[in-house]
């Protein structure tokens, strides 16, 4: 009887943290909308793993990192958020195959500050030239 409890509280558990999973990601989608973007791509997210050790022990912690693409005047940008957490910022240009950082990581931008960045003499990653089509939204 009690293994009967304690499997269905497990799989309720499972079912709350994958819904809790969603819902950050959904939010993220919401927060750029918010900010102007519209041509939004499908959130994905990753686990970034971390150790750091303490005396003779590893502290293990990981993160969950959520990660939307969104094309702007040509260009697809990736924009990451750590879940839980206020805040984004511009990580990579995806173009002709290639993930370039994005130098400075510029943080919780509106559409009109990334159209100012493209348009602007700030240092931009290798490609931004093969993408950018100042004409598109």
């Given amino acids: 009887m009690n293994t009967k409890v304690t499997s269905v509280l497990l799989a309720l558990g499972l079912a709350a943290s994958l819904v809790g999973c969603a819902s950050n990601e959904d939010k993220f989608v919401e927060e750029l909308r918010a900010a102007g973007f519209g041509n939004i791509g499908e959130p994905r997210s990753e686990s970034e793993k971390k150790g750091k050790k303490v005396g003779k022990r590893t502290v293990k912690s990981s993160q969950k990192v959520i990660e939307v693409t969104v094309r702007v005047k040509g260009c697809d940008l990736e924009f990451e958020k750590v879940s839980g957490q206020a805040g ?33 003499n700030q240092p931009k990653p290798d490609g931004f030239k093969d993408c950018y089509k100042p004409n598109e939204s």
Avoid: I, S, T
């Fill in 88 to 120: 984004y910022w511009l990580d990579e240009l995806h173009v002709n195959g290639q993930e370039p950082d994005w130098p400075g990581y510029p943080e919780n931008l509106k559409q009109q500050d990334v159209v100012a960045a493209l348009a602007g």
